[in-house]
């Protein structure tokens, strides 16, 4: 029996890794939906959402006026906002952010208030360029922007 012990150990302690492992049912389940707010002329943030529908995303668009006001709302730090903001499932997404990014935070729920990508890189989805630029996604919470959550080169 006490041979035994340390083979019951390791399948109780891998039993949660195989159980989190994505099944193909879980890759195939809907999105939550993704409400985006941008201003009615913006071609790159209709790229972006396409981008995020590929990925299985169900978006619902807002046209505003005042972005400054959304984003201010969210908590959105002023000195790195983007050309748009999403909120999909309780999580702020500002800007460019790539659908990989958004995907793996709804999985991992990190205790932020969101994704963040400052400015508009060339490259980024919505932004595509022949000529992309390196760029890293944060998160962001109270306090203002936080640690990388990813890099894209």
Same mark, same amino acid.
């Given at each position: 029996?006490?041979?035994?012990?340390? $083979?019951?150990?390791?399948?109780?302690?891998?039993?949660?890794?195989?159980?989190?492992?994505? *099944?193909?049912?879980?890759?195939?389940?809907?999105?939550?939906?993704?409400?985006?707010? %941008? *201003?009615?002329?913006?071609?790159?943030?209709? %790229?972006?959402? %396409?981008?995020?529908?590929? $990925?299985g995303f169900q978006i619902q668009s807002s046209h505003v006026e005042d972005l400054t006001r959304i984003k201010r709302w969210y908590g959105v730090p002023a000195d790195s906002a983007a050309c748009h903001t999403a909120i999909v499932d309780g999580y702020v997404i500002e800007g460019h952010v790539p659908a990989s990014d958004v995907e793996r935070l709804l999985r991992e729920r990190p205790a932020v208030r969101g994704l963040i990508v400052p400015g508009m890189p060339l490259g980024s989805p919505g932004m595509e360029s022949p000529t992309p630029e390196p760029y890293s996604v944060y998160t962001f919470g109270a306090s203002g922007l936080g640690p990388v959550f990813s890099r894209h080169e």
């Open positions: 029996m006490l041979r035994l012990l340390p $083979r019951i150990l390791v399948l109780l302690l891998a039993f949660p890794l195989v159980a989190a492992a994505e *099944s193909p049912e879980a890759a195939n389940a809907p999105r939550p939906e993704v409400q985006v707010f %941008k *201003s009615p002329t913006c071609g790159c943030c209709t %790229k972006w959402e %396409k981008h995020l529908e590929a $990925r």
